[in-house]
């Protein structure tokens, strides 16, 4: 089956630094890929939407400055948060799927923990 | 915009029996798409099910099946025989019809963790 791969699955940072997570699909091409964040114990919350070759698309009250989305291929999206702080410690999971496909997306990544020292 | 809600924050069953799980969601759309995901302790999001509005027929995937009533907007999720590896968290989730690919995204309820008692 698709598989999505989204690395690193954790990293800790310094405040102020910047990190840059990536989602790759394996086994097939990635028209549109979906970021979410997840809070301990909580549900996921969509931060954008990004399309290949497009600028993506921010859920509202997601700093786009802040949280800067790539998706120069079709295999590939990156998830860069920059000057980090403490208070963006958490649970990031990449999704895709390929537009015309009926039940897409289906396909996650395995997320990635970061932590903000 | 459309809102998915499970009112049940955790759900305890004992091994082999039958639970039940509920949600609802809002939408002024009539065709569109309803995900159950599971996501074990791993926090792998895994698809449980599926169910196209448009379709009236419950789906089923062995042990698991769904209890669609589109009229009243519920999507309770079953899970017959119930076993240990059974107990993660459960995510219903909604998804519009459509082409473009904002239309592809998944809003998700709260979540129901279900525990599983040997």
């Known amino acids: 089956g698709a598989v999505v791969s989204q690395h690193p699955s954790w990293v800790i940072c310094k405040s102020g630094t910047s990190v840059k997570i990536e989602c790759r699909s394996l086994d097939f091409q990635a028209t549109t890929m979906f970021w979410y964040r997840q809070f301990p114990k909580q549900s996921l919350m969509l931060m954008a939407t990004?399309?290949?070759?497009?600028?993506?698309?921010?859920e509202q009250g997601v700093e786009k400055d802040k949280f800067l989305i790539n998706h120069a291929s079709l295999t590939l999206s990156t998830l860069t948060v920059t000057s980090a702080h403490p208070e963006d410690s958490s649970f990031y999971i990449c999704?895709?799927?390929?537009?015309?496909?009926?039940?897409?997306?289906?396909?996650f990544g395995n997320g990635t923990r970061l932590t903000v020292t | 915009a459309q809102t998915v809600t499970q009112s049940q924050p955790e759900m305890s069953v004992q091994e082999a029996e039958t639970v039940t799980l509920s949600c609802t969601y809002d939408t002024s759309e009539s065709d569109y798409y309803l995900f159950w995901y599971k996501q074990p302790p791993s926090r792998q999001m895994i698809l449980v099910i599926r169910?196209?509005?448009?379709?009236?027929q419950n789906a089923t995937e062995n042990r698991f099946s769904v209890n669609f009533q589109k009229a009243a907007k519920s999507f309770s999720l079953k899970i017959s025989d119930s076993q240990l590896g059974d107990a993660a968290m459960y995510f219903c989730a909604y998804r519009q019809l459509g082409s473009g690919g904002s239309n592809y995204k998944l809003t998700f309820g709260k979540g129901t963790l279900l525990t599983v008692n040997p």
């Open positions: 990004s399309n290949e070759g497009s600028k993506a698309t921010y």
């Open positions: 169910q196209e509005a448009y379709k009236q």
């Open positions: 999704s895709a799927g390929t537009q015309g496909t009926l039940n897409s997306p289906l396909h």
